[in-house]
């Protein structure tokens, strides 16, 4: 099978292969699906650059989310799934082979079906993206008739959490960095933006919300959304969910900010959902793509032999749309 892989970290054009792999075949309780996409997330970039060292003599084939078609079962399975389309999560957490080839070996359960109003590009933004964002919001609780703030709203994960949250009844605050994603939030019918770049955040938050503050916030960057809530732009009784920051060492919190109004703060990391909290995000989400409902934002497909610039333009952070690699038939 043809595919991408490194066996050292380093930059992209460096470290990153293409050659062929023997095909993995499926051991009990697992499935093959031969991919047709695959998703290209931060943490992958990341992994590959030094964050996950590469142990000696270990072959990396990067990448967690992919989509495709199951070609075979293992023991255990119902040959029924043979032809089911899918999409895949965790498909290269704590394991070597991911989904930047043509077939990867995974359990059962790690290939979901992927409704047929879904294409298989947007199948690859799924496991990371879309279930980071339903989970953030679902952590929020009941948002109807509420006020959330989505930072990066226009982000991987900021797009889906925003509409889920406003399919969910709330009203949606997204910050945005250009009149662009402005644009593309409207078009999902988010009108509510802040122009982080030249506002100033947290006093547009208490404009916007009459001195209230928002009752939930999704956060990308916990290193510099903490600082709004001091300035009050959080509500009494709110919940703050993050789910990354761009620093990762010692980020000071104010107590006397967060005790008096009984702020609620959330951690977590999508690749350790506990498996009731993994259910609800995958129902959920299935949900909303086989009612159409959910709108996606997925930059043009990088052909496989362009993995190295897959993983450039992620880097950038200039691309609008999570990016995906479109695998050879």
Same mark, same amino acid.
């Given at each position: 099978?043809?595919?991408?892989?490194?066996?050292?970290? @380093?930059?992209?054009?460096?470290?990153?292969?293409?050659?062929?792999?023997?095909?993995?075949?499926?051991?009990?309780?697992?499935?093959?699906?031969?991919?047709?996409?695959?998703?290209?997330?931060?943490?992958?970039?990341?992994?590959?650059?030094?964050?996950?060292?590469?142990?000696?003599?270990?072959?990396?084939?990067?990448?967690?989310?992919?989509?495709?078609?199951?070609?075979?079962?293992?023991?255990?399975?119902?040959?029924?799934?043979?032809?089911?389309?899918?999409?895949?999560?965790?498909?290269?957490?704590?394991?070597?082979?991911?989904? #930047?080839?043509?077939?990867?070996?995974?359990?059962?359960?790690?290939?979901v079906p992927l409704p047929e109003g879904a294409s298989f590009e947007a199948g690859a933004c799924l496991g990371i993206p879309?279930?980071?964002?339903?989970?953030?919001?679902?952590?929020?609780?009941?948002?109807?008739?509420?006020?959330?703030?989505?930072?990066?709203?226009?982000?991987?994960?900021?797009?889906?959490?925003?509409?889920?949250?406003?399919?969910?009844?709330?009203?949606?605050?997204?910050?945005?960095?250009?009149?662009?994603?402005?644009?593309?939030?409207?078009?999902? @019918?988010?009108?509510?933006?802040?122009?982080?770049?030249?506002?100033?955040?947290?006093?547009?938050?208490?404009?916007?919300?009459?001195?209230?503050?928002?009752?939930?916030?999704?956060?990308?960057?916990?290193?510099?959304?903490?600082?709004?809530?001091?300035?009050?732009?959080?509500?009494? $009784?709110?919940? $703050?969910? #993050?789910?990354?920051?761009?620093?990762?060492?010692?980020?000071?919190?104010?107590?006397?900010?967060?005790?008096?109004?009984?702020?609620?703060?959330? $951690? $977590?990391?999508?690749?350790?959902?506990?498996?009731?909290?993994?259910?609800?995000?995958?129902?959920?989400?299935?949900?909303?793509?086989?009612?159409?409902?959910?709108?996606?934002?997925?930059?043009?497909?990088?052909?496989?032999?362009?993995?190295?610039?897959?993983?450039?333009?992620?880097?950038s952070g200039r691309v609008l749309g999570n990016v995906v690699v479109a695998l050879p038939d």
């Open positions: 099978m043809r595919a991408a892989w490194y066996e050292r970290n @380093g930059e992209a054009e460096a470290v990153l292969q293409l050659g062929d792999l023997p095909a993995p075949e499926p051991g009990p309780g697992e499935v093959r699906v031969r991919l047709a996409a695959s998703g290209v997330n931060p943490s992958d970039v990341k992994s590959r650059a030094g964050s996950r060292p590469v142990a000696a003599g270990t072959r990396i084939v990067p990448h967690s989310d992919g989509a495709g078609v199951i070609d075979k079962v293992g023991e255990g399975v119902p040959a029924a799934r043979v032809g089911e389309r899918v999409w895949v999560w965790n498909g290269q957490y704590q394991r070597p082979l991911g989904t #930047c080839a043509q077939f990867i070996a995974l359990p059962a359960a790690q290939a879309a279930m980071t964002a339903i989970h953030a919001v679902d952590r929020l609780g009941d948002v109807a008739g509420k006020t959330v703030l989505v930072t990066g709203a226009t982000s991987g994960v900021g797009f889906y959490a925003a509409q889920v949250a406003r399919l969910r009844g709330a009203r949606v605050i997204g910050t945005v960095g250009s009149g662009e994603k402005a644009r593309v939030l409207a078009g999902v @019918g988010i009108e509510d933006v802040i122009f982080y770049k030249t506002e100033p955040v947290a006093e547009r938050i208490l404009a916007m919300t009459g001195g209230k503050g928002v009752d939930g916030i999704v956060d990308m960057d916990f290193s510099t959304t903490s600082r709004l809530v001091p300035a009050g732009a959080l509500a009494p $009784f709110g919940q $703050f969910v #993050c789910y990354g920051s761009n620093d990762r060492g010692e980020i000071p919190v104010e107590f006397g900010a967060w005790l008096p109004r009984s702020l609620g703060l959330q $951690f $977590f990391l999508v690749y350790e959902l506990p498996p009731a909290a993994r259910r609800q995000a995958v129902d959920g989400l299935n949900a909303l793509l086989s009612d159409g409902s959910l709108a996606h934002l997925v930059a043009p497909a990088y052909a496989l032999d362009d993995i190295a610039a897959a993983h450039q333009a992620v880097e």
